[in-house]
């Protein structure tokens, strides 16, 4: 498994455990490296992504709920909406990852982490975000 994928997957279990909790971000963070390890360049890289999403968290957040027709945030499962956020993170601020590797690997943690729907759910509400994001680019 390449250090992305990791980090992604553990940003992910972050990300899900602060809003299962409410957990302050630096707490969450350094709760879950005193009960697991992952090489250092993981690690770096899951930081930027819990740190990035959760300080940009209300701007990705309205960014989706425009994006998610008959979907408010609150209906959303916990495990889809941040998946949705660090990838909605990812394409507006980390810009040296190609777009693909972000939607791709979204909807590849959706798929192994939440229900039957998920990569479909997120893969529906990604594209459309790109979509924007794309013509947004182009004006």
Not at 55 to 68: F, G, N, Q, R
Not at 99 to 112: M, Q, R, S, V
């Amino acid at each position: 498994m390449g250090h992305r994928r990791k980090a992604r997957e553990i940003a992910l279990q972050v990300l899900y455990q602060i809003d299962m909790t409410g957990m302050d971000v630096k707490e969450a963070i350094e709760v879950y490296w005193a009960n697991f390890d992952a090489p250092d360049i993981a690690r770096e890289f899951a930081s930027t992504l819990i740190s990035g999403t959760m300080e940009h968290v209300v701007e990705i957040d309205e960014l989706i709920k425009a994006c998610s027709d008959h979907w408010s945030l609150d209906r959303m499962a916990r495990v889809d909406k941040n998946i949705l956020r660090m990838a909605v993170y990812e394409l507006l601020y980390l810009h040296e990852i190609p777009p693909k590797a972000t939607l791709n690997e979204a909807i590849d943690l959706g798929k192994y982490y939440g229900s039957e729907n998920s990569g479909a759910f997120v893969n529906g509400i990604l594209d459309a975000f790109y979509s924007r994001m794309q013509r947004n680019d182009e004006d």
